[in-house]
């Protein structure tokens, strides 16, 4: 009994072993079964397949398994529709658009002098009152702005209201009273009365001591030159005023740059603080020398305000274009820049994008010409691509472009 025991047992036994080695050997052949099965290709070139680990032949880069998560394997970056829209990511199809080397100079804006008023005095006498004190006061056209006490003045005003009763009293006989009226009312007018003033002193026929002088125009007080109490002189400066609804954009140039523009032209300006306003400037005056022991000519062009959003002053950049030509191009935003080269974002399916090398070309301050990497007719991700660009590294641990020698 205890031989045919023993027997069992080892038979048992021996039965196990080959059952188990028979399990590894097939658990093996399935392991090298799928082993050859697997494919490799490149992250950044779908069209490299290779059955085995490598670098990719176009870029370099290490080749991932095929069969890996698609959006791991490709570099596809996936998003829902709430990111979409927290992202503001807005697409644009690649097209063929005109586009120009741009040359950037700096300038700054300064009053047009061709609007400025200096308000001087149109007779001799004192200041009595200044209604402005202050400069960078905004005044209106009709506003005071003095009140001066001048015998000269006064001395008009008494032969405007003999004129005007001479008038009354014989102009219906005789006709010369009626141009005696005139005279002396066109010697007011000229010394800087209103014709309100004029009226008013007709109709009460009371000669004023102190005469208030109104602003001639609209703008801004740069300069006061006189001060309450103070004997002025017949064409004495007293006010100085700038019209800034239109403004002058100085700017310097070197020679190769003044080669860019001439007069007439119109240029695109980005003020500071409004960089996201560019505005358009006309080219109206070029330095007909360079100045003394330099190679800088100054330029000037005009600017409207109207809503007197810009000041003197204030600095600015002026973009001029030239060397225009046709060519696939993209706003500049689209284009991602690092150490590794650039790359831009296409649409592969919805909500879904991969990063893509490219190459540029000319470039001016809205577009840049894409030479290689797109094709007319592309999808790319416009706004919102340096947020794809960060959530991807956040995603992968690692920069998209990593491995590429472009």
Same mark, same amino acid.
């Given at each position: ?36 099965? $697997? ?6 070139? *779908? ?5 085995? *680990?490598?670098?990719? !032949? ?5 080749l ?13 970056l ?6 979409i829209?927290?992202a ?55 506003? !005071? ?14 032969? +405007? ?10 102009g ?40 208030t ?31 800034? $609804? ?8 070197? !020679? ?17 603080? +409004?960089?996201n ?32 959003? +810009? ?19 993209? !706003? ?9 080269g ?17 190459k ?43 491995g590429?020698?472009?």
């Amino acid at each position: 009994m205890k031989h045919i025991l023993f027997i069992t047992i080892a038979f048992i036994f021996f039965a196990c072993s080959q059952e188990k080695q028979a399990d590894e050997h097939a658990s093996h052949d399935r392991a090298k079964k799928e082993s050859s099965a $697997t494919k490799y290709t490149c992250p950044m070139h *779908p069209n490299v397949v290779q059955d085995g *680990p490598g670098k990719c !032949p176009v870029c370099g880069m290490d080749l991932v398994p095929k069969n890996a998560n698609t959006t791991e394997a490709t570099g596809d970056l996936m998003l829902t529709d709430s990111q979409i829209k927290l992202a503001n990511i807005t697409t644009q199809k690649v097209s063929v658009q005109s586009i120009g080397e741009s040359v950037v100079v700096n300038g700054k804006l300064v009053e047009n002098e061709d609007l400025s008023q200096v308000i001087s005095s149109r007779a001799a006498g004192r200041v009595e009152k200044l209604f402005i004190k202050e400069t960078g006061r905004t005044i209106q056209k009709g506003e !005071p702005l003095y009140e001066l006490y001048s015998e000269t003045l006064l001395t008009l005003q008494r032969e +405007f209201l003999l004129a005007k009763e001479q008038y009354d009293a014989l102009g219906s006989s005789e006709t010369r009273y009626k141009s005696f009226l005139d005279a002396a009312k066109r010697k007011l007018l000229l010394y800087g009365l209103s014709e309100s003033q004029v009226e008013h002193l007709a109709k009460n026929k009371n000669a004023q001591n102190r005469i208030t002088f109104l602003s001639p125009g609209s703008g801004i007080v740069t300069e006061i030159s006189v001060s309450e109490g103070q004997y002025v002189s017949e064409g004495g400066a007293l006010f100085r005023i700038e019209n800034i $609804t239109h403004l002058w954009l100085e700017a310097e140039l070197y !020679p190769n740059e003044a080669k860019v523009a001439k007069v007439g032209d119109k240029i695109t300006v980005r003020v500071s603080g +409004f960089e996201n306003q560019p505005i358009e400037a006309t080219v109206t005056f070029f330095s007909p020398e360079f100045r003394a022991n330099t190679q800088i000519m100054s330029m000037r062009a005009s600017i409207s305000n109207p809503t007197l959003s +810009f000041k003197p002053g204030m600095q600015a950049q002026v973009f001029f274009s030239h060397a225009n030509k046709k060519a696939l191009s993209l !706003p500049v935003d689209a284009v991602i820049r690092d150490a590794r080269g650039t790359h831009v974002y296409v649409q592969r399916g919805r909500n879904t994008f991969k990063p893509q090398m490219v190459k540029t070309g000319m470039e001016d301050f809205e577009k840049v010409e894409i030479t290689e990497g797109l094709t007319e007719g592309d999808t790319v991700a416009v706004t919102g691509a340096y947020l794809l660009y960060s959530e991807i590294i956040l995603k992968k641990g690692t920069d998209p472009m990593a491995g590429h020698s472009h």
